[in-house]
C-alpha cells in the first residue's frame, strides 16, 4: 500500500533531524564545540525515541541503509569519546583508555544478547502450537522480556546510562560521570544475558522438536479426533473459518481446528474446540496416524494441496458463503471428494459453471450458521424502520458489480437517511477499501453523512443501567484471556490451556445477554454505524426490518429471515438481465444507483399488503437454503457421519490390499483381527477419555 502524502513529510523532517544530528555533534567533536556536542546529541536520543514511538516504518528503511541502531549508537558514542580525547590534554588519553575499554565490554556484550535472545527464540518455537489443549507437559514458561528480544529496544534503555554518562563527562570533565554510566550499562547487559543463559538450561526451555512430535501423537492418540476444519490464510480471512466454528462445535464425535500459520491461532473466535497449528508439512503428515477421517475445508489456499495429500482423509469444502459470483463456484473445489453445498441452487451452479464438479460430489446440507437469524415477524411496530446497509467489498477482479458502495453507495444512504422514519444500520465488509482506494474513499463519506444525520436528530437516550458493561465484562471474561503485550506463542499456550467444562454454554448465554444489552442502550431514533467485531452479522440481521445489500452470501444468508431485501444494481446490466445473471437477485427489490425506488421499496416494508415479493422469497430460500426440515445442523452432522464411514471403509480397503501385497498368505487371517484404534472410533459414538 503506498504510503500516504500526508505522512511523507514527516517522516521526511525526522529523517533529516536524524542526519542533521549526526553532523552537529561530528561537528561539534572534531572542533570541539561543547555546547554543539551537547545540542546535536539530546536531539539525536530525542530522534531515535520518535522513531521508535511514532515510527518504527523508518527503522528498516535504515536498517536497509546499513545504518540500523547499533551502527547510530555506536557512532553516537564514539563522537563522544573523540570530543573526549579532543577536549582533553595529551597525557589525559591513558585516563580515558578504561572508559573505552568498559564501552567496549558493553558493546561485545550487546552482540552475545543478541546471539543469545535468538537461540532462545528458536528454543520457543515448538513445532506446533495449540490452544484449549493442556499442553503443559512441553514445559511450557512465560516468556523473556521484550526489552531482551528486541535489539534496538535494548540497546536504547542499556546504553542509555554510558551515552549520558559520557555526555556529562564531555560537559563537566569529570570522567567519574562516563564510568558510572558504563558501568551502569555493564550491570544492565550482564542481568540480561544471565536472564537469557538461564533460560538455555535443560530444565527451563520448552520441550524439543522430537519430544513435541511424540506428544502430539500421544495428544491425538488421546483425544482420538473424527472430524476436523481445515484452515489457511492471511490475518484478515479469519472470519471465514470462525462462521464454522459453532455448526463444528455442535458435531457429533470429537472436533478439531487444523490452522497453518501460527499467527492464525489468535484470530479464530472464541471456542472450546481444540486447536492445532502445523506449520511445516512434516509435522501436518502426523495427522495420517490418527484417527481423524475427515477435513471440512471452507476456503482455498495455497496449503490445501498439502493436506490433500494423506490418503486417510476425506476432505470436503464448504465455502464460507454461498453467491451467484464466479468464486462460488472456484475450479479447485473439484479436488475434494465432496463439496457441500446449502441448497438447490448451487448444486445448479456447480453443473452449469462445468468446473469439473460432478453432481454426485455435491451434497445439500443448508447453512447451518443461520439457526441464530430470527424469521420474519411481521412489519415494524414502532417508530422507526430498522434498515441495514451491508455492502460487500470490491473484490480482485475490478467487476464494478462488485460493490454498490463505489457508484451508488452514498445515494442509497441519503435517500434513507431522508426518511425520518428509517433508523439505518451500516455495516461495511471487513475488507472494504482493501483493493481499490474509492471503496475506502466512499466508505468513510457514508460514515460522515450518518454522524450528520444522528447530530441532526434530537431523541431521549436510554438510561445508562450499567447493564451493558457487565455484560461485556463477563463475555470478555470468558472468551478472552489476559496475556502480557511481551507474551510470545509458548506462553499463549500456557495461559490458553483446556477449557473448563460448561465454557461453551456460558459464552452462548453470556453472547445472548450482552446482544440485547447492547441494542437496549442505544437510542431507537440514533443511526450506528457497526465495525466491531460484536455485533456479528447475524445479530444485525435480527434487528432489521429490510436488508440493502449486493449479491454477496448476505443476502443469501438474509433469506433465512424470510423479511424483505433489496440489491444494488451497479453492473451496468438492464434489470431483466441482472434477475437473470444473478438468480440470488430473483425475489429482491433492484435498486439503480439514484436509489430512485428506495421510497417505493419502504413503503412495501411498512404495509405487507403492498409487498408482491413474499412467495417469491419463500420459494428462493428453498432453492438457496434447502428446506427447513431437517435442520441444517442435522443435515450438516448426517453428511459429516456419511462422509467418516466412506473415509473409514476406504481406510480398510486400502490396509487389506497392503496386506496383500506384503503378505498374502497371511492377508485372510489379518483381517480377521480388532480393528486399529484409527478404526474404532466414529461420530457415532466417540470415545472419550477419561
Known amino acids: 500500500m503506498p504510503t500516504p502524502l500526508s505522512r511523507i513529510p514527516a517522516r521526511a ?121 493442556d499442553a503443559s507437559a512441553l514445559r511450557l514458561s512465560p516468556a523473556p522480556p521484550v526489552l531482551l528480544r528486541r535489539p534496538g529496544h535494548r540497546l536504547l534503555a542499556f546504553g542509555l546510562p554510558a551515552t549520558a554518562g559520557l555526555l556529562t563527562t564531555t560537559a563537566t570533565d569529570d570522567p567519574r560521570c562516563a564510568a558510572l554510566g558504563i558501568a551502569l550499562s555493564l550491570g544492565l547487559a550482564l542481568l540480561g544475558l544471565y536472564d537469557l543463559v538461564v533460560r538455555l538450561l535443560p530444565s ?94 471452507p476456503s482455498n489456499s495455497g496449503k490445501t494441496s498439502q493436506i ?33 453445498v446449502a441448497g438447490p441452487a448451487a448444486r445448479e451452479r456447480y453443473a452449469q459453471a462445468e468446473v469439473g464438479v460432478e453432481d454426485k460430489d455435491v451434497v445439500e446440507i443448508g447453512r447451518p450458521q443461520l439457526e441464530a437469524v430470527r424469521p420474519y415477524a411481521g412489519p415494524p411496530t414502532g417508530a422507526y424502520t430498522t434498515v441495514l446497509y ?23 444512504v441519503r435517500a434513507l437517511l431522508a426518511d425520518p422514519g428509517v433508523r439505518l444500520l451500516y455495516k461495511p465488509h471487513p475488507l472494504t477499501g482493501s483493493v481499490d482506494p474509492r471503496a475506502g474513499a466512499a466508505d468513510l463519506r457514508i460514515r460522515e453523512l450518518i454522524r450528520a444525520a444522528n447530530r441532526e436528530r434530537a431523541g431521549e437516550r436510554p438510561r445508562d443501567t450499567g447493564e451493558l458493561a457487565l455484560c461485556t465484562q463477563e463475555l470478555d471474561r470468558l472468551t478472552t484471556t489476559t496475556v502480557r503485550a511481551a507474551a510470545d506463542q509458548v506462553e499463549r499456550m500456557l495461559l490458553q ?67 424483505p431485501y433489496a440489491v444494488a444494481n451497479t453492473s451496468g446490466l438492464a434489470e431483466d438481465v441482472f434477475r437473470k445473471a444473478f438468480p440470488t437477485v430473483r425475489a429482491a427489490t433492484v435498486l439503480t444507483p439514484d436509489a430512485a425506488g428506495v421510497p417505493e421499496l419502504l413503503d412495501a416494508v411498512r404495509h405487507p399488503e403492498k409487498d408482491e415479493l413474499v412467495e417469491a422469497r419463500a420459494e428462493l430460500k428453498r432453492h438457496l437454503l434447502g428446506p427447513d426440515e431437517p435442520t441444517s445442523q442435522v443435515r450438516f452432522n448426517e453428511a459429516v457421519r456419511a462422509l467418516c464411514s466412506a473415509a473409514l471403509e476406504h481406510r480398510e480397503r486400502m490396509e487389506e490390499r497392503l496386506a496383500q501385497e506384503l503378505h498374502p498368505a497371511a492377508a485372510a487371517g489379518r483381517a480377521a483381527e480388532v480393528p486399529d484404534q484409527r478404526r474404532s472410533v466414529t461420530p457415532q459414538q466417540p470415545a472419550r477419555p477419561a
Open 308 to 340: 490433500l495429500r494423506i490418503p486417510t482423509l476425506k476432505h470436503t469444502f464448504v465455502n464460507h458463503g454461498e453467491s451467484d459470483k464466479l468464486s462460488s463456484c472456484n475450479p479447485y473445489a473439484k479436488a475434494y471428494d465432496e463439496v457441500w
Open 390 to 412: 451491508a455492502p460487500t467489498w470490491e473484490g480482485w477482479d475490478g467487476n464494478p458489480g462488485n460493490t454498490s458502495l463505489i457508484e451508488a453507495g452514498e445515494n442509497l
Open 204 to 297: 527451563r526451555r520448552p520441550a524439543g522438536e522430537q519430544e513435541a512430535l511424540k506428544w502430539l501423537d500421544a495428544w491425538l492418540a488421546e483425544y482420538r479426533p473424527t472430524v476436523g476444519l481445515y484452515f489457511s490464510g492471511g490475518a484478515s480471512s479469519a472470519y471465514q473459518a470462525n462462521m464454522w466454528l459453532e455448526p463444528l462445535a455442535k458435531l457429533d464425535g470429537r472436533p478439531l481446528i487444523v490452522l497453518r500459520e501460527r499467527f492464525m491461532v489468535q484470530k479464530i473466535a472464541p471456542t472450546d474446540v481444540p486447536i492445532l497449528c502445523l506449520p511445516k508439512v512434516s509435522t501436518l503428515m502426523h495427522l495420517e496416524q490418527s484417527t481423524l477421517q475427515v477435513l471440512i475445508h
Open 497 to 563: 490451556s483446556a477449557p473448563e467444562p460448561g465454557r461453551a454454554e456460558a459464552v452462548a448465554r453470556a453472547t445472548e445477554a450482552w446482544e440485547e444489552a447492547y441494542w437496549a442502550s442505544l437510542p431507537e431514533w440514533e443511526h450506528q454505524v457497526v465495525t466491531d467485531v460484536r455485533p456479528a452479522l447475524y445479530a444485525c440481521f435480527n434487528q432489521a426490518d429490510l436488508l440493502v445489500s449486493d449479491v454477496s452470501s448476505v443476502i443469501s444468508d438474509f433469506l433465512a429471515s424470510g423479511k
Open 13 to 133: 523532517l525526522v529523517t533529516a533531524l536524524l542526519v542533521a544530528a549526526f553532523c552537529g555533534q561530528a561537528v561539534g567533536a572534531l572542533r570541539p564545540h561543547v555546547p554543539l556536542l551537547l545540542a546535536a546529541t539530546v536531539v539525536s536520543l530525542a530522534v531515535e525515541g520518535v522513531l521508535y514511538r511514532w515510527h518504527r516504518g523508518m527503522l528498516s528503511v535504515f536498517a536497509k541503509s546499513h545504518a540500523d541502531i547499533t551502527v547510530r549508537h555506536v557512532l553516537r558514542d564514539l563522537l563522544l569519546v573523540v570530543a573526549l580525547l579532543r577536549l582533553g590534554e595529551q597525557h589525559r588519553e591513558t585516563l580515558y583508555t578504561p572508559l573505552v575499554a568498559g564501552l567496549l565490554a558493553f558493546y561485545a556484550l550487546h552482540c552475545a544478547i543478541q546471539a543469545v535472545s535468538v537461540l532462545v527464540r528458536r528454543t520457543r518455537t515448538l513445532p506446533v502450537v495449540t490452544r484449549n489443549i
